[in-house]
């Protein structure tokens, strides 16, 4: 069996599993009250097939957003950046155009993610084994669908969109596409704020191969003859990779012409009232904050749950990185992956980190390289079962990433 059949079997196995958290949500939990607002019947009539406990829940909490956005433009809901919205707005017209939250629009947003997190899947396969063993890479794909926050990857979330742009813009680099992975790059900065991070990614990826480059070129004798040979490169293809803030810079100028600050969507996420703040907040006042929180809330609340598995998203995962620097994974992953780790880490909260580090994935190829098989069954042991009770409680209107 080839790879890609290989993939796409994982991809569908673990697709059917995610109905089975929701049947049970159906059944079992009520739907969170005074919550209505979190998904789109709040804002449209139900309608068949949508209307489906099995369908409904993947446009939960951002998903509605994010088709408000597509249809209607921005409406005070400028803390999602454009690239997804836009990129639904696009097929959608294909198709004709729709009613706000209409079926033409849930589902073609349904099929982008699902196309999205498949083709990432592929990649980050191919990507892995660049520098990796096919088990390697495997094991890799595997721990990142067991994630307790994968199911985000298939809702009306961005999570897909900017996995995929990530690893098509390391994919490039690789090949030395600059071109690619500086437009790649851009994207990503247009879909959410930490897309900067890849820029000194790219920056010392290009630095290094530019290196070896020159390595293999040269040799000793003809070094100190030939100006020519000399570890000389073209600068040119760096410009490329300038383009990648431009996707952010533009909309900072969207919103200078449309609320008069160009900031606008950075402080918009201080509105939300969950101690997100626009500036650096060093990691001890914030793990503070969530001793503080454990020890106030009872264990019987829900929101408790929640903030014991953020603070242990950020605890794991800062572990994670250290071992994966010492399993010398490519420094350029690792410099992305700190970035993409502590902005929002250093915001003054961990609120949706476990959302967020699902798109790190450095992680799951540490994970694959941990030789203790113990450690690997204890991750696939906690990780589903937290999977399952968060993607149900998703399903039923309770804020879990």
Not at 83 to 91: E, Y
Not at 106 to 117: D, Y
Not at 229 to 254: C, H, W
Not at 350 to 362: G, H, Q, S
Request: hydrophobic share 55%; with cysteine.
């Amino acid at each position: 069996m080839s790879a890609f059949k290989k993939i796409l079997l994982l991809f569908l196995i673990w697709r059917l599993f995610l109905f089975i958290p929701l049947i049970a949500g159906h059944q079992f939990l009520p739907y969170r009250p005074d919550s209505d607002y979190t998904n789109i019947w709040k804002f449209t009539e139900p309608y068949f097939p949508v209307d489906h406990f099995l369908l409904y829940p993947w446009a939960n909490f951002d998903g509605v957003h994010y088709l408000s956005i597509a249809e209607s433009g921005y409406q005070d809901n400028e803390r999602f950046l454009p690239a997804f919205p836009l990129l639904i707005r696009f097929f959608v017209s294909l198709f004709g155009g729709g009613e706000p939250y209409s079926a033409i629009y849930f589902f073609t947003a349904i099929g982008i993610v699902h196309l999205l997190f498949l083709v990432s899947l592929v990649l980050l396969y191919k990507l892995i084994r660049m520098d990796f063993s096919e088990k390697i890479a495997f094991a890799s794909v595997i721990f990142l669908l067991l994630f307790p926050t994968s199911f985000f990857f298939v809702s009306i979330y961005s999570e897909s969109l900017f996995l995929f742009l990530t690893l098509l813009s390391f994919y490039c680099a690789y090949k030395r596409q600059w071109l690619g992975a500086g437009i790649a790059g851009m994207f990503m900065s247009a879909t959410r704020i930490v897309g900067v991070s890849i820029l000194p990614a790219m920056l010392y990826e290009y630095y290094i191969q530019s290196l070896r480059g020159a390595q293999r070129r040269s040799n000793p004798a003809e070094i100190a003859t030939s100006p020519a040979k000399r570890g000389t490169r073209n600068d040119k293809n760096v410009i490329p990779l300038l383009f990648v803030p431009l996707g952010v810079f533009g909309y900072a100028i969207f919103n200078f012409f449309t609320r008069g600050d160009a900031l606008y969507f950075l402080k918009a996420h201080e509105s939300l009232g969950n101690s997100r703040e626009l500036g650096v907040v060093l990691f001890p006042q914030t793990v503070f904050r969530y001793v503080k929180i454990l020890t106030a809330l009872p264990y019987s609340q829900f929101e408790w749950w929640i903030a014991l598995l953020e603070l242990s998203t950020f605890v794991i995962v800062a572990l994670l990185l250290y071992i994966g620097w010492k399993k010398n994974i490519r420094t350029s992953y690792l410099i992305f992956s700190l970035l993409c780790f502590f902005i929002p880490a250093s915001s003054g909260t961990f609120t949706a980190l476990p959302r967020y580090v699902a798109i790190i994935f450095p992680l799951f190829i540490t994970l694959a390289l941990v030789k203790n098989k113990s450690v690997q069954i204890a991750y696939m042991a906690i990780a589903v079962p937290i999977f399952f009770v968060l993607l149900m409680f998703f399903s039923r209107g309770y804020f879990v990433a």
